[in-house]
Structure formats: structure tokens, C-alpha cells
């Protein structure tokens, strides 16, 4: 029986189609945690209410003195 190269090429093969697949894994730390979220929604919502927009301060026209009646 002759000893033939294909396992190895095979297993070259299979690896090398592994690497073409996207990597759908997840960090540990991307897990969502209940209270990092209420605590981000707060800071969200402090956030949005100190840059709410303010209306101009107006100032009232000027009123040019009257020329003397001479």
C-alpha cells in the first residue's frame, strides 16, 4: 500500500475555506449589562439637556435722542 498526501491537503484545504468566512464572535466586554446601560441613558439624557438650545438674549432697539427744535 502506497502512502498517499492527501490528508494534509485536505486539511490544507479545509483551514484555508475556514479563513474566508466572516467571524460573527463577540467580545466579552460587547455583552450588554443592565446597569452600564441605565447609567449611559442617564449621562445621555444629562447630555441633552445641558445643551439644549438657548434663545439669543435681545436687547432692546436704541432710541436716538431728538435733534433740538432751534
Do not use: C, D
Request: charged share 20%.
Amino acid at each position: 500500500m502506497k502512502p498517499t498526501r492527501t490528508a494534509p491537503l485536505a486539511i490544507a484545504a479545509f483551514l484555508g475555506w475556514l479563513s474566508v468566512l466572516p467571524a460573527y464572535a463577540v467580545p466579552p466586554v460587547a455583552t450588554p449589562s443592565p446597569g452600564y446601560e441605565a447609567r449611559l441613558q442617564e449621562q445621555r439624557a444629562a447630555a441633552a439637556r445641558a445643551h439644549r438650545p438657548v434663545a439669543p438674549v435681545t436687547k432692546p432697539p436704541r432710541r436716538s435722542k431728538r435733534a433740538p427744535a432751534n
